[in-house]
């Protein structure tokens, strides 16, 4: 009987706990929330995160606050998240980079697939491949064609090592084969400096360089989505120029302490996906590139672990991003 006993107490406790969470998912939030976004204020993680916000404090009678916590790339603002109370007042809103980190970074002060657990992807759209007007391309094809014929003498820019953008090129480096050289800037606005004046040839950008493409001062060759972009419907998709390896999608999501209870994950989840059905929303979206999501917890893990798996491949070739 004694070797039972505290067997039967620890049942106990666990029942008697089970209605009181249950009890506190149903009236969560009963305080304002804090919503982590890792980078600086201004970009467009920052700007899906207040959109959802707002209507989060809406549908759920809490204020969620967005509160920008920048450094090493958003590692900072995610640890922070990942050690907090799992209690559903404290969201992290981060970027597909969360799944290069977890690739490519053996040192991370969390382990993105333990300590973390996704609610939902908020919302997602491509990158276009853009030249400069003066490279004598006008596809993917003779892109890949002129590199080979002129191996190392390419430069392509991004916004930074480790981002995005610079591994989307490494991606299609090492699926063609081809030789370039990467030169990392200080943000997408100076990359895009850069290819129009020539000092890179090719950029693979988010799509706030849909204005410079409709001027003529960029040259889109392919966006990286499964499907054509609304806004530029004569670019092909990279898969329909023949590299379906080079298909990747940047998406911004949802994520809490990986032991927040269910009731609470799906809540948060739910609601989610109401504010990207509504069409404000889904409109200020569309405008720095991005389409509303707003998937399940199964799916939005399922879409971090495909993105880990594609980014372990590409570290599995020897290429390190420190």
Do not use: C
Request: net charge negative; hydrophobic share 45%; proline share 7%.
């Amino acid at each position: 009987m004694s070797i039972r006993f505290p067997a039967a107490l620890a049942t106990l406790g666990m029942l008697l706990v089970a209605p009181a969470i249950a009890q506190d998912a149903q009236s969560y939030p009963e305080r304002p929330v804090t919503i982590i976004v890792p980078y600086n204020p201004g970009g467009s993680t920052d700007a899906g995160a207040r959109l959802i916000g707002q209507s989060l404090s809406e549908q759920l009678g809490q204020p969620f606050v967005v509160e920008n916590k920048p450094g090493a790339s958003g590692i900072i603002g995610t640890d922070f998240v990942a050690k907090s109370d799992p209690d559903g007042q404290t969201v992290l809103v981060h970027t597909s980079a969360i799944g290069i980190h977890a690739a490519f970074n053996d040192n991370l002060p969390y382990d993105t697939k333990d300590d973390l657990r996704a609610v939902s992807i908020i919302a997602g759209g491509p990158f276009v491949l853009v030249a400069n007007p003066q490279l004598p391309v006008e596809s993917v094809q003779e892109l890949v064609d002129y590199a080979k014929a002129h191996p190392g003498e390419l430069n392509f820019g991004s916004a930074g090592v480790g981002g995005s953008g610079h591994l989307i090129g490494e991606r299609f480096k090492a699926s063609t084969g081809i030789d370039m050289v990467h030169i990392a800037y200080a943000g997408g606005g100076p990359s895009q400096v850069g290819l129009m004046a020539n000092e890179v040839q090719i950029v693979f950008d988010t799509l706030t360089s849909i204005p410079l493409i409709k001027e003529g001062k960029l040259k889109a060759l392919a966006v990286t989505s499964q499907e054509r972009w609304p806004d530029l419907p004569d670019v092909p998709t990279i898969a329909e120029a023949g590299f379906p390896d080079a298909s990747v999608m940047i998406w911004i999501g949802a994520f809490v302490p990986e032991a927040t209870p269910d009731a609470i994950v799906d809540k948060l989840s739910a609601a989610i996906a109401a504010a990207g059905a509504d069409a404000t929303i889904s409109e200020r979206l569309f405008a720095v590139g991005m389409n509303p999501v707003g998937n399940t917890p199964e799916e939005a893990e399922a879409t971090l672990d495909a993105d880990i798996e594609g980014w372990e491949a590409l570290a599995a070739t020897g290429l390190t991003i420190n």
